[in-house]
C-alpha cells in the first residue's frame, strides 16, 4: 500500500471527488514509458478507453489544468482494493480534453480510506503473469 487518500469530509454517494491529473499522452507512448520505468517503481501510468480511443494520463507529470504547487495529485496517490473499493472511474470531456473523474461508489464518511480498483487481474499490482490486464493493447 502507498501513502493512501482519506476524505476530510463527507462525501455522498454520486459525487466527484477528483479526476486523475497528468500529462495525456496516447496510448502507445503511455507503454514507451511505462516499459521503461524498473520494475520496482509505481509509474503512476493510468490507461483508459474514450470513444474508442486509446489514452494514458501520465501522472509523473503536471497537467495544464490545476496549479500543482497546491499538491493537487492526490488521485495518482489513491490506493486499489478489488474487495473493496468506495470510488470508481469514469473517463468524461472535460474542455474537450478526454479525463478520467474518480466518483464515489457509495456514501464515504469522515476519516475513511479512498479505494478503487485499478482493474487487475488481481491483487497483485505487478508486471508478472499479466496482473495488469488494463495495460493489454
Known sequence: MGKGV???????????????????????????LYNQ????????MFFFEFNGAKHCIDGNKNCNCHDFSKDQKKGRLINHSKSHPNIFCKPRLLDNVPRVLLYAKCD??????????????????????????????
Open 6 to 32: 482519506f476524505a476530510k469530509e463527507f462525501i455522498k454517494k454520486g459525487e466527484v471527488v477528483c479526476d486523475y491529473h497528468g500529462d495525456l499522452i496516447s496510448h502507445k507512448e503511455g507503454m514507451i
Open 37 to 44: 520505468y524498473p520494475e520496482d517503481i509505481n509509474p503512476f
Open 108 to 137: 464515504i464518511g469522515l476519516g475513511e480510506e479512498l479505494k478503487f480498483d485499478f482493474g487487475v487481474a488481481n491483487d497483485s499490482i505487478s508486471r508478472e503473469d499479466g496482473a495488469n490486464a488494463f495495460l493489454e493493447a
